[in-house]
């Protein structure tokens, strides 16, 4: 996967435009566009996902926010989608952001087929750890009736010879 080469900044470029007030959106695009070196929007808000920068998450809350970009945006070559590129590279962060935060769509393929989540292959045990349980945590908060949290119940069970044992199980 090609990983482009992105300018170093101290500061976000999110924060001088925001705070600058007489900074139109026009603007804005052209100093993310200039940041994360591409020439769309779209383009900018998935190299964020994947450039592992701090910044990128106060950028990105800019693009959906005053931009209006789509967190669920698929680049029209590979299909690949911010938590793609995000998980590809191992941004844990950043994968942290898209699922709880803004909400990114887990079930997305891209144009081989693959979800956001088969990017985890090629990380290592740690990283792939953690991602898969992120998606575990998103899973149960979006369908808590499917996926309900595991508690500890009251029980009661008949031992084979008629004894009445109670017991706790999770």
Known sequence: ??????????????????DDMAMDVAGLTRNLCATYQTTTLADAFLAAAISGWDEAIDDMRVMLNILQMDVNY????????????????GHLSMVRFLLHECVAEINIQDHNGNFALDRVENLDPITRVAIVNEYIRVSRIETPEENPPRRREEFRSTHKNGVHIHGRRC
Do not use: C, K, W
């Open 1 to 18: 996967m090609y990983r482009p080469t992105f300018l170093s900044s101290a500061n976000s470029v999110t924060h001088e435009a925001v």
């Open 74 to 89: 698929q680049d029209p070559v590979r299909g690949l989608t911010a938590l793609h590129g995000a998980i590809s590279y």
